[in-house]
């Protein structure tokens, strides 16, 4: 009777998953799916607009071989923006983690700092941040004003200078970034039972000791999901060098077009799904070891 349980129980849940997601499954096979085959075959081809349409001359590898190995600029800018990418979204949850379990404690006007820090989200739009950040408001005035950017990047080698460099330039945009990372973070922290914590107080725990024996391990999924919200939010803003790059080689290159630009961008596509990847992975193989030990006790 408990595994009839247990498998119907897990059937509903399956059920209901896939009802939740039936939207999104609809409209990615409705609005998605064509664009991006479509764009996956431009980028085989040398694609031309005439004025009888879109000609398309078949080209094999030719632009990828172009993009990683003729073109001096995309590497480069990939490698750089790696760089920055990592402590960023490093930052970012830190950050965010931090935020949520100050007003996570039941203070006055805690609904008040919620909105405050979940307010850049609703106005982050592409445009606004163009407009906000392109006479270089996003950089911080008591960093560029006191040198402390020439400082750090004296001290690093070359190879970390210039990443470092960019990641205090923008560490406005850095930290503007946070505010859903920090109601994940929120909506982690209050399914955590107090009755845990008031028993570890008992048995003599301190709020470090719980901090690290209790909420980390219980806010994982959390963290994992913090990390990739942060990295694909990073990778798809509108302040992204290598999208600016992307869209310039399309809309503003003669001699490549559409089929080298598409292939810049599946090229970009593929790095962030490794690193999105590796994030994953590295997270699940933690929660992993302990599930394993068990079964082996058991």
Not at 129 to 144: I, M
Not at 145 to 171: H, K, N
Not at 194 to 203: G, I, L, P, Q
Not at 214 to 241: D, W
Request: hydrophobic share 50%; aromatic share 16%.
């Amino acid at each position: 009777m408990r595994r009839k349980k247990q498998y119907s129980l897990r059937k509903l849940r399956t059920r209901q998953g896939l009802m939740l997601m039936t939207p999104w499954l609809v409209g990615f096979f409705a609005f998605t799916l064509y664009p991006l085959v479509y764009s996956l075959y431009l980028s085989f081809h040398h694609v031309s607009n005439t004025a009888w349409g879109i000609e398309t001359a078949f080209r094999g590898f030719d632009n990828y071989r172009r993009v990683l190995f003729t073109d001096a600029d995309f590497p480069t800018n990939m490698l750089t923006f790696v760089q920055t990418l990592i402590p960023s979204v490093l930052i970012i949850v830190v950050f965010a983690l931090f935020i949520a379990m100050l007003i996570n404690y039941p203070i006055r006007g805690r609904g008040f700092f919620r909105a405050v820090f979940f307010l850049p989200v609703v106005i982050s739009s592409g445009e606004v941040l163009d407009e906000l950040f392109g006479g270089g408001s996003e950089a911080n005035v008591f960093v560029s004003q006191y040198g402390i950017i020439d400082a750090v990047t004296g001290i690093l080698p070359p190879v970390l200078s210039e990443p470092v460099g960019i990641l205090l330039t923008q560490l406005i945009v850095t930290l503007w970034y946070s505010g859903v990372p920090i109601l994940i973070f929120l909506s982690g922290l209050q399914k955590i039972d107090k009755a845990v914590f008031e028993a570890a107080s008992v048995d003599g725990a301190s709020g470090w000791e719980a901090f690290w024996k209790i909420t980390l391990p219980y806010l994982k999924p959390f963290i994992m999901i913090g990390f990739v919200y942060s990295t694909v939010f990073l990778c798809t803003s509108s302040l992204n060098p290598i999208i600016g790059q992307i869209k310039e080689t399309m809309y503003g290159s003669i001699t490549t077009g559409y089929g080298y630009a598409t292939a810049m961008a599946w090229i970009y596509f593929l790095a962030v799904f490794v690193i999105v990847a590796a994030i994953v992975s590295l997270m699940s193989r933690r929660d992993r070891l302990p599930r394993e030990r068990r079964r082996r006790r058991a």
